[in-house]
């Protein structure tokens, strides 16, 4: 069955921090995979996706994504980052379904920035 | 351009009460999307419409009903509610394969 993990529940890093969150996934075809942030009381925001090509996606606001096959993993980078980037991060990937384009989210990961 | 909006925000029911969730879009998309978010379990599918005047169950449509009113209005409906049915309910629209706009949800309590 497909599905989507996020091995950190919750990190902590200082501002101006290096960042990355892990996301592994388990698909038999070749997956649609994206990265949703979600500030808190907020709705979810799409910051990349990765269809096919070049396997590191750029995103919004500074992110990037880089997509490895072997290791089934689709993990979230940023250099350097901000207060306002304190937020759930969701994995999640694109199946085909028979009538419908389906995605599955993974449980997120809740990152805190240390001023 | 509004994007997806839900109402209402915040809502409170007893068991056993009847609610609708209203959302609605302006992109034009073809397809809505009704989940829910529990805390350590991402969002759950509940229900969906690939297009106008088709709906379908999503992962956990138990307790729920929807409807597609025209392309832009998509409702979701608790017709008793149960304290598991408190949840945060999101709203999303897609027109690119997979590329969903959500709304910024409504939190449901049950007592």
């Known amino acids: 069955a497909q599905s989507v993990t996020q091995p950190d529940i919750h990190i902590t890093v200082s501002e101006g921090a290096s960042l990355e969150l892990r996301c592994n996934y388990s698909y038999g075809a070749t997956p649609y995979l994206f990265w949703y942030v979600q500030s808190p009381g907020q709705g979810l925001q799409l910051l990349l996706k990765?269809?096919?090509?070049?396997?590191l996606v750029q995103g919004i606001k500074g992110f990037e994504a880089e997509f490895k096959r072997s290791q089934s993993s689709f993990n979230l980078r940023k250099p350097s980052v901000h207060w306002s980037d304190a937020a759930e991060y969701f994995c999640?990937?694109?199946?085909?379904?028979?009538?419908?384009?389906?995605?599955?989210f993974g449980p997120g990961t809740s990152l805190s920035v240390i001023p | 351009n509004a994007g997806v909006t839900q109402t209402p925000k915040f809502q409170v029911l007893k068991t056993g009460q009847s609610m609708t969730l209203q959302c609605a879009q302006d992109m034009n998309h073809n397809s809505m999307y009704w989940y829910r978010q529990d805390p350590g379990m991402g969002l759950r599918l509940i229900y969906y419409?690939?297009?106008?005047?088709?709906?379908d169950k999503g992962e956990v449509p138990n307790g729920y009903n929807v409807s597609r009113l025209n392309k832009r209005e998509f409702s979701l409906r608790l017709e008793s509610a149960a304290p598991s049915q408190t949840s945060v309910y999101f709203c999303?629209?897609?027109?690119?394969?997979?590329?969903?706009?959500f709304g910024p949800g409504t939190r449901l309590t049950v007592t």
């Open positions: 999640a990937v694109g199946v085909t379904k028979t009538s419908y384009d389906k995605v599955i």
């Open positions: 999303a629209s897609s027109y690119l394969l997979y590329e969903q706009y």
């Open positions: 419409s690939a297009s106008e005047g088709t709906t």
């Open positions: 990765y269809f096919s090509g070049d396997t």
